[in-house]
């Protein structure tokens, strides 16, 4: 059982940036996959923010716009991946949650969730 935290979520104000962190109990280079999703007010399940892949590769939904706000980076030495987030909105308030898979959804094992709240 992988075991995954979370770290980073804050309160912070409309323009600013957050990084998150996920840190894995497992050497992350043996997973297909690890990424960020989050839920938000606005969404009624959770959402796919970014994936990325042992070779560096990135993923962002075709339909994403917020990959020219959002990045997404791993450090395999310290087994944690990131999400880079700026000009954060209002509309960015909620829980994101990290992830690992081997390819399916079925073998997705999740972190707690990071609250992350964008107001005034």
């Not at 804050?10 to 940036?17: D, E, F, R």
């Not at 997404?72 to 992830?99: H, W």
Request: hydrophobic content about 30%; glycine content about 10%; proline content about 3%.
């Amino acid at each position: 059982q992988v075991q995954l935290v979370e770290s980073g979520g804050a309160w912070v104000q409309p323009g600013g940036s957050l990084k998150l962190s996920c840190l894995s109990s497992a050497y992350i280079r043996i997973f297909t996959n690890m990424g960020w999703f989050r839920e938000t007010r606005g969404t009624q399940q959770r959402e796919w923010v970014a994936s990325i892949r042992p070779d560096g590769e990135i993923l962002f939904p075709e339909s994403n716009s917020l990959k020219g706000r959002f990045t997404i980076s791993k450090e395999d030495a310290k087994n944690t991946f990131y999400l880079q987030m700026t000009a954060l909105r209002p509309e960015d308030t909620g829980v994101y949650y990290c992830y690992t898979d081997f390819g399916d959804r079925s073998s997705a094992q999740w972190g707690q969730g990071t609250q992350v709240t964008v107001s005034s």
